[in-house]
């Protein structure tokens, strides 16, 4: 009899748009609810589902979607160019040799990913999704706003944390279980941003270690530290 684990196996496999939609925003709305159950701003603080709603529409109608598309159907087709054709099918016969193969194409594709996509298409989508959501006044200049301050802080700090786990998921982990290991590396990362984007402070000299950390200037900034 088919397990649970096999059944959602099958189905990522099967209906990977559907399912990984979903997950993303489940994965989404369990990290802000981790953000607001163990950092809440005060200790009666009742959780904002508006927050939580933000959360998923993002995850399950932008995140799933996009990353299906890029994870799942594009990122696994790229191949090394600096390995010539020839190369390549000579690296074919030997099994040692196309794990070679196999890490330098990796290698490529960790690195493709994560040169264009935070910067150029996670960033700038999180920030002008959660604004628009959150009926900012002038959403346009909020979010030129945001990037402007926002934009090379935070691409630097997804560097800090992305590229190993993602040089890992693409080596080691089947093409349609890569977004489910994504999310769960990542409900950490959200929890952690979660908590700083919704906590009052200024940071340098706040006293607050976390606000100190990533250096939240005033309290419009810490709503919008964006999340990878």
């Given at each position: 009899?088919?397990?649970?684990f096999h059944?959602?196996?099958?189905l990522l496999?099967?209906?990977?748009?559907?399912?990984?939609?979903v997950?993303?925003?489940?994965?989404?709305?369990?990290?802000?609810?981790?953000?607001?159950?163990?950092?809440p701003?005060t200790p009666?603080?009742?959780?904002?589902?508006?927050?939580?709603v933000?959360?998923e529409?993002?995850?399950?109608?932008?995140?799933?979607?996009?990353?299906?598309?890029?994870?799942?159907?594009?990122?696994?087709?790229?191949?090394?160019p600096?390995?010539?054709?020839?190369h390549?099918?000579?690296?074919?016969?030997?099994?040692?040799?196309?794990?070679?193969l196999?890490?330098?194409d990796?290698?490529?594709?960790?690195?493709?990913d994560?040169?264009?996509?935070?910067?150029?298409?996670?960033i700038?989508?999180?920030?002008?999704?959660?604004v628009?959501?959150?009926?900012?006044?002038?959403?346009?200049?909020?979010?030129?706003?945001?990037?402007?301050?926002?934009?090379?802080?935070?691409?630097?700090?997804?560097w800090?944390v992305?590229?190993?786990?993602?040089?890992?998921?693409?080596?080691?982990?089947?093409?349609?279980l890569?977004?489910?290991?994504?999310?769960?590396w990542?409900?950490g990362?959200?929890?952690?941003?979660?908590?700083?984007?919704?906590t009052?402070?200024?940071?340098?000299?706040?006293?607050h270690?976390?606000?100190?950390?990533?250096?939240?200037?005033?309290?419009?900034?810490e709503?919008?530290?964006?999340?990878?």
């Open positions: 009899m088919p397990t649970l059944r959602y196996n099958e496999k099967r209906r990977p748009w559907v399912t990984n939609s997950g993303c925003g489940v994965f989404f709305i369990l990290g802000d609810l981790a953000a607001q159950t163990f950092f701003k009666t603080q009742p959780l904002d589902t508006h927050r939580m933000r959360a529409i993002y995850g399950a109608c932008f995140f799933g979607p996009i990353s299906v598309l890029w994870h799942g159907k594009t990122l696994p087709r790229l191949k090394n600096f390995v010539g054709l020839s390549r099918r000579q690296m074919q016969h030997s099994p040692e040799d196309k794990q070679r196999h890490f330098y990796t290698v490529f594709r960790m690195g493709v994560q040169l264009i996509f935070p910067g150029f298409v996670w700038p989508l999180y920030n002008t999704v959660m628009v959501l959150a009926g900012r006044d002038d959403p346009v200049l909020v979010i030129l706003d945001k990037l402007h301050n926002n934009w090379w802080r935070v691409l630097s700090a997804n800090t992305w590229p190993g786990f993602q040089l890992f998921n693409l080596y080691f982990i089947p093409v349609h890569r977004i489910v290991a994504l999310n769960v990542a409900t990362w959200n929890t952690f941003l979660s908590f700083v984007h919704n009052k402070g200024h940071g340098r000299g706040s006293g270690v976390l606000e100190e950390i990533v250096d939240i200037d005033d309290d419009e900034q709503f919008y530290v964006f999340y990878d």
